[in-house]
């Protein structure tokens, strides 16, 4: 059937298994939008900017699994999408981005509302293609959601010109598309994996170190059963929260810079770690010439140039997380005696590590008269669904959220990690309400963040996204106050956000509703009233002003040099 | 420590600038580059000459398999393989140094390409360490304009890139 290439495009979405996209419409997108006038399998929500629209897409592709989409229009449209396209790229989160482009004859010509997208994205995006002719579109767009969903997951740019989207051909969905270059490796090579084995069934202290690609892959039950099977004890990333039940006995938690003690002491003292899905980044390796240094490496991921990329590795397997698991697994199962008796020889190292847990656990004093931020978390955790879906901002609310809140299920943390971008929160958040209108949805940010998206209380009034806002208000930005507390002599160098904000008055202007706790005995019942709100709202507290997050290695230190006490 | 690399990539619209973009991007020095079609169609030949150790190295080709369009990395750094350049040398050469020219464009194998009362423009080829030497002995005789290609290479034996 012959149509205009905007039509081929959602046509092409449907295949793909869309129904929903976020979009800012605009000059050179019109088109596509005249088309979705009339598309109904398809459903849009249009956010109040294009950061938090991409955002959005993040967050229904981290709840979802599927590839969040992404329209927008060329020009400031586009660049305004490249924050959101950044932060994802940095986390491996599957996504595709529409931008529309000015018309190929204009291309190059400082036409209006006219960039180089396509070049100004090459270095955060996976791949991003430029589409010249309506007869390409089909094409391009099967291999844009296959490369952003296979191998290790990214966004993928899609730009059309608006001449293209108006030429008109056949649609015909093409059955397979090929890539020569891109062969991604997702069975793990069998000797490896007998190798790997062998290695863990004769060490004594070994740690999992487990990250955002458990997620990814979907081998949460995998990690589960190769953990319990030989007993050993599981640290996650900021990016693998959930990956593993935070309450389970063999967790111990998030490690790093932020992490807990007795994570960071267990990787130190290691004599063996299995990494899988985790990529070694900075903030967990602390200082690189002492890191780990009496432990074997053995590091599973699908992208090989991950491996070796920071720190030596004895083993590496290359292949997709849950793949090698099972793998894994079904090997011990030939060696079950030698199994049994690890978990026998593996109790001592366990003891150890409840030793450190004991000398220093994560914690903080909740007085009479200020609200601790740890605390709200805490209440939150407690009066929260049991599948409630949690995102953060970035700075203090997040890694007290990730301390505190105790993550049991993946798919339900979701924070910029790589990037660390501001104003993620409730977009975010805004997107996994979207996937899961019946789920309860909490956002988690502080005072600074959450300035950054706010006007999405638009979107979410106006599409009955019943999220809950939660403003963690220490008048400051906490991390950077932190930092200047702790090295800058106290130099709160524009820091101060000292601005009384009336964020009731704020809510209800959007049409949605506000609740304020300034006193600890008013938190539990500004949460409860928040979450039994059918709509969506704002919870804020007011918070210690200088609270400060430990554990923290500081730089340029070991990541077992915590300071825990400041 | 010179390491030479080849990457095929499919002929996309903006290759080139990927492939540059990925060595900036990860602070990966670029000393020369080249690129041209092969006999194959829509695929490209990129030359890079660029330097570092063995972990940067290993990064390097890592990071360029990763890139979509690469379809193969070919890293010439084991020595089985014949490095070629081509310089074009404009030399200044008045009297006395005339004859000295042609001696080293002689010894060289070189040839004369144009020539004028003051000057000879002089074409090489070779691997890269015979173009430094010929450019070692013109430098003193006056150099007016060097124009290089930067290494391209091809392994020693019967097979093609790809087998």
Same mark, same amino acid.
């Given at each position: 059937?012959?149509?205009?290439?905007?039509?081929?495009?959602?046509? &092409?979405?449907?295949?793909?298994?869309?129904?929903?996209?976020?979009?800012?419409?605009?000059?050179?997108?019109?088109?596509?939008?005249?088309?979705?006038?009339?598309?109904?399998?398809?459903?849009?929500?249009?956010?109040?900017?294009?950061?938090?629209?991409?955002?959005?897409?993040?967050?229904?592709?981290?709840?979802?699994?599927?590839?969040?989409?992404?329209?927008?229009?060329?020009?400031?449209?586009?660049?305004?999408?490249?924050?959101?396209?950044?932060?994802?790229?940095?986390?491996?989160?599957?996504?595709?981005?529409?931008?529309?482009?000015?018309?190929?004859?204009?291309?190059?010509?400082?036409?209006?509302?006219?960039?180089?997208?396509?070049?100004?994205?090459?270095?955060?995006?996976?791949?991003?293609?430029?589409?010249?002719?309506?007869?390409?579109?089909?094409?391009?767009?099967?291999?844009?959601?296959?490369?952003?969903?296979?191998?290790?997951?990214?966004?993928?740019?899609?730009?059309?010109?608006?001449?293209?989207?108006?030429?008109?051909?056949?649609?015909?969905?093409?059955?397979?598309?090929?890539?020569?270059?891109?062969?991604?490796?997702?069975?793990?090579?069998?000797?490896?994996?007998?190798?790997?084995?062998?290695?863990?069934?004769?060490?004594?202290?070994?740690?999992?170190?487990?990250?955002?690609?458990?997620?990814?892959?979907?081998?949460?039950?995998?990690?589960?059963?190769?953990?319990?099977?030989?007993?050993?004890?599981?640290?996650?990333?900021?990016?693998?929260?959930?990956?593993?039940?935070?309450?389970?006995?063999?967790?111990?938690?998030?490690?790093?810079?932020?992490?807990?003690? &007795?994570?960071?002491?267990?990787?130190?003292?290691?004599?063996?770690?299995?990494?899988?899905?985790?990529?070694?980044?900075?903030?967990?390796?602390?200082?690189?010439?002492?890191?780990?240094?009496?432990?074997?490496?053995?590091?599973?991921?699908?992208?090989?140039?991950?491996?070796?990329?920071?720190?030596?590795?004895?083993?590496?397997?290359?292949?997709?997380?849950? @793949?090698?698991?099972?793998?894994?697994?079904?090997?011990?199962?030939?060696?079950?005696?030698?199994?049994?008796?690890?978990?026998?020889?593996?109790?001592?190292?366990?003891?150890?590590?409840?030793?450190?847990?004991?000398?220093?656990?994560?914690?903080?004093?909740?007085?009479?008269?200020?609200?601790?931020?740890?605390?709200?978390?805490?209440?939150?955790?407690?009066?929260?669904?049991?599948?409630?879906?949690?995102?953060?901002?970035?700075?203090?609310?997040?890694?007290?959220?990730?301390?505190?809140?105790?993550?049991?299920?993946?798919?339900?943390?979701?924070?910029?990690?790589?990037?660390?971008?501001?104003?993620?929160?409730?977009?975010?958040?805004?997107?996994?309400?979207?996937?899961?209108?019946?789920?309860?949805?909490?956002?988690?940010?502080?005072?600074?963040?959450?300035?950054?998206?706010?006007?999405?209380?638009?979107?979410?009034?106006?599409?009955?996204?019943?999220?809950?806002?939660?403003?963690?208000?220490?008048?400051?930005?906490?991390?950077?106050?932190?930092?200047?507390?702790?090295?800058?002599?106290?130099?709160?160098?524009?820091?101060?956000?000292?601005?009384?904000?009336?964020?009731?008055?704020?809510?209800?202007?959007?049409?949605?509703?506000?609740?304020?706790?300034?006193?600890?005995?008013?938190?539990?019942?500004?949460?409860?009233?928040?979450?039994?709100?059918?709509?969506?709202?704002?919870?804020?507290?007011?918070?210690?002003?200088?609270?400060?997050?430990?554990?923290?290695?500081?730089?340029?230190?070991?990541?077992?040099?915590?300071?825990?006490?400041? | 420590?010179?390491?030479?690399?080849?990457?095929?990539?499919?002929?996309?619209?903006?290759?080139?600038?990927?492939?540059?973009?990925?060595?900036?991007?990860?602070?990966?020095?670029? @000393?020369?580059?080249?690129?041209?079609?092969?006999?194959?169609?829509?695929?490209?030949?990129?030359?890079?000459?660029?330097?570092?150790?063995?972990?940067?190295?290993?990064?390097?080709?890592?990071?360029?398999?990763?890139?979509?369009?690469?379809?193969?990395?070919?890293?010439?750094? @084991?020595?089985?393989?014949?490095?070629?350049?081509?310089?074009?040398?404009?030399?200044?050469?008045?009297?006395?140094?005339?004859?000295?020219?042609?001696?080293?464009?002689?010894?060289?194998?070189?040839?004369?390409?144009?020539?004028?009362?003051?000057?000879?423009?002089?074409?090489?080829?070779?691997?890269?360490?015979?173009?430094?030497?010929?450019?070692?002995?013109?430098?003193?005789?006056?150099?007016?304009?060097?124009?290089?290609?930067?290494?391209?290479?091809?392994?020693?034996?019967?097979?093609?890139?790809?087998?």
């Amino acid at each position: 059937m012959k149509m205009n290439g905007a039509r081929i495009l959602l046509e &092409c979405l449907k295949k793909e298994g869309v129904d929903t996209v976020f979009g800012y419409p605009g000059g050179t997108v019109i088109n596509i939008y005249d088309e979705l006038f009339h598309f109904k399998d398809i459903k849009h929500i249009l956010p109040r900017h294009e950061q938090a629209g991409t955002h959005a897409a993040d967050g229904y592709a981290r709840v979802t699994g599927k590839v969040g989409v992404m329209i927008a229009t060329s020009g400031p449209g586009a660049t305004n999408t490249v924050t959101g396209i950044a932060t994802a790229y940095m986390d491996s989160i599957p996504m595709v981005i529409v931008t529309g482009q000015v018309p190929t004859a204009l291309i190059g010509n400082d036409a209006f509302q006219e960039v180089d997208i396509i070049g100004m994205t090459r270095s955060c995006t996976k791949h991003n293609y430029l589409i010249r002719d309506v007869r390409d579109i089909a094409a391009t767009v099967k291999k844009a959601f296959y490369l952003a969903r296979s191998g290790r997951p990214g966004p993928i740019l899609i730009d059309l010109p608006k001449d293209v989207q108006i030429a008109t051909a056949e649609f015909d969905y093409p059955e397979i598309v090929e890539i020569r270059g891109y062969k991604p490796t997702y069975s793990g090579h069998p000797r490896q994996v007998e190798k790997a084995v062998n290695m863990m069934l004769g060490s004594q202290r070994p740690v999992l170190y487990v990250g955002g690609g458990v997620v990814l892959s979907n081998a949460a039950e995998e990690l589960n059963q190769l953990a319990h099977r030989l007993s050993i004890p599981v640290t996650t990333t900021l990016m693998g929260l959930g990956a593993f039940p935070g309450h389970d006995e063999l967790s111990l938690g998030m490690l790093g810079m932020h992490g807990a003690y &007795c994570a960071n002491m267990a990787m130190t003292h290691s004599d063996l770690i299995i990494a899988a899905g985790a990529r070694f980044d900075d903030r967990v390796t602390a200082k690189i010439s002492t890191f780990a240094p009496h432990a074997k490496i053995i590091h599973i991921d699908v992208d090989p140039a991950s491996i070796k990329k920071n720190v030596r590795v004895d083993l590496p397997i290359v292949g997709d997380v849950r @793949d090698v698991f099972i793998k894994m697994v079904k090997q011990l199962d030939k060696h079950a005696a030698k199994a049994d008796e690890m978990v026998e020889n593996l109790k001592p190292w366990l003891e150890e590590i409840a030793a450190w847990k004991t000398k220093q656990p994560l914690e903080y004093v909740q007085g009479k008269n200020t609200i601790k931020p740890q605390y709200v978390i805490e209440k939150l955790r407690e009066l929260s669904d049991e599948d409630a879906i949690v995102s953060t901002d970035v700075g203090q609310n997040q890694m007290w959220t990730a301390q505190f809140f105790q993550f049991r299920k993946p798919r339900t943390f979701l924070s910029s990690g790589g990037l660390g971008t501001m104003g993620y929160g409730l977009p975010a958040a805004m997107g996994a309400q979207a996937a899961f209108p019946d789920r309860q949805v909490i956002a988690i940010c502080g005072d600074g963040g959450v300035q950054m998206n706010i006007q999405e209380m638009a979107t979410l009034v106006q599409n009955r996204l019943p999220v809950k806002l939660v403003i963690i208000n220490n008048n400051f930005l906490g991390m950077v106050r932190q930092w200047q507390e702790l090295f800058f002599n106290k130099n709160y160098s524009q820091t101060c956000l000292e601005l009384p904000i009336d964020y009731i008055k704020l809510a209800e202007a959007y049409g949605a509703k506000g609740f304020l706790a300034t006193k600890p005995e008013e938190v539990e019942d500004v949460i409860r009233k928040g979450f039994s709100e059918k709509g969506p709202v704002i919870m804020e507290f007011k918070v210690a002003r200088e609270e400060k997050v430990l554990p923290m290695v500081p730089s340029g230190a070991s990541l077992n040099e915590m300071v825990c006490n400041a | 420590m010179n390491h030479t690399i080849s990457v095929l990539v499919e002929n996309e619209f903006g290759v080139l600038s990927r492939v540059a973009a990925l060595f900036s991007a990860r602070g990966f020095n670029i @000393d020369s580059i080249n690129a041209a079609p092969t006999n194959e169609e829509g695929i490209t030949r990129i030359t890079i000459v660029t330097k570092g150790d063995e972990g940067i190295l290993e990064q390097i080709v890592k990071q360029l398999n990763k890139l979509i369009d690469t379809i193969k990395v070919v890293d010439f750094s @084991d020595g089985s393989s014949i490095e070629r350049e081509m310089a074009l040398i404009k030399v200044t050469a008045e009297d006395n140094n005339r004859a000295e020219v042609l001696r080293i464009v002689d010894i060289f194998r070189a040839k004369i390409i144009d020539v004028t009362a003051k000057s000879y423009t002089i074409e090489a080829t070779g691997d890269p360490q015979k173009i430094d030497a010929i450019l070692e002995l013109l430098r003193p005789l006056g150099l007016k304009e060097l124009v290089r290609t930067g290494a391209v290479a091809i392994g020693r034996g019967a097979k093609g890139w790809r087998g």
